[in-house]
């Protein structure tokens, strides 16, 4: 199976822009690329998610690399709100069953200072 | 108001006693999935279900069943719970147009 490679922890001033990466050399063409975030004490929520072109959302960007090898996260403007461990998952497709299944990375702390 | 509920939030119970995490969704979402977190891994895919009757293994299914009768609820069970079943539970649904999973609270599981 593929899987995802992150920072333990990364640290951002408020307001600033943060850029959050993930390696997934093992990426197959059909696995698409997912970030969600858990916030302290809840479940992890959805931020973005792309196959090949880059994406913006209200919430982030997804930058993805050309080999789709990695790719970035992008917060544009940090908040406290924003402090939060950040997944970079696989959504990985079985093309014989057509069947998916989620594959997280063990995810980065962010920790925003004011 | 769109939302996955689990039950129990929190759970002890001893090795071997049979015990059940209900998981339901109001969305009509197809696509179900149990994870366990862990300190150290991240979240792990237990088992998913893509629609009723059909469920698949995920990562770490060894100590699970799931079954998918009615589209809205997809129970987890522990037949004969463990202490290395000690987690913290998730489930989550998504349709499989949007893509994006919602997840439900957790449940909180220690087994001594």
């Known amino acids: 199976d593929a899987k995802t490679t992150q920072p333990n922890s990364m640290e951002s001033n408020e307001e600033e822009p943060v850029h959050l990466p993930c390696n997934h050399s093992?990426?197959?063409?059909?696995?698409?690329i997912h970030w969600y975030r858990q916030l302290p004490s809840q479940g992890p929520e959805y931020v973005i998610h792309?196959?090949?072109s880059n994406v913006n959302n209200r919430m982030a960007s997804l930058a993805i690399a050309e080999d789709r090898k990695s790719s970035t996260l992008i917060l544009h403007r940090a908040t406290l709100r924003d402090a939060a461990v950040y997944y970079c998952?696989?959504?990985?497709?079985?093309?014989?069953?057509?069947?998916?299944?989620?594959?997280f990375g063990t995810g980065t702390r962010l920790k925003v200072l004011a | 108001e769109a939302q996955v509920t689990q039950n129990p939030r929190y759970l002890i119970t001893v090795t071997g006693k049979k015990l059940t995490v209900t998981c339901s969704q109001n969305?009509?979402?197809?696509?179900m999935s149990w994870y366990r977190q862990d300190p150290g891994l991240g979240l792990r895919q237990i088992y998913y279900?893509?629609?009723?009757?059909?469920?698949d293994k995920g990562d770490v299914p060894e100590g699970y069943k799931v079954s998918r009768k009615e589209k809205r609820n997809f129970p987890l069970i522990l037949e004969s719970p463990s202490p290395n079943q000690t987690s913290l539970y998730f489930c989550?649904?998504?349709?499989?147009?949007?893509?994006?999973?919602?997840f439900g609270p957790g449940t909180r599981l220690t087994v001594t």
């Open positions: 792309g196959l090949t």
């Open positions: 093992t990426i197959s063409g059909t696995d698409y």
């Open positions: 279900s893509m629609n009723v009757e059909v469920t």
């Open positions: 969305m009509n979402h197809e696509y």
């Open positions: 989550a649904s998504s349709s499989g147009v949007a893509l994006s999973q919602y």
């Open positions: 998952i696989l959504r990985a497709t079985n093309t014989l069953s057509g069947t998916y299944k989620y594959i």
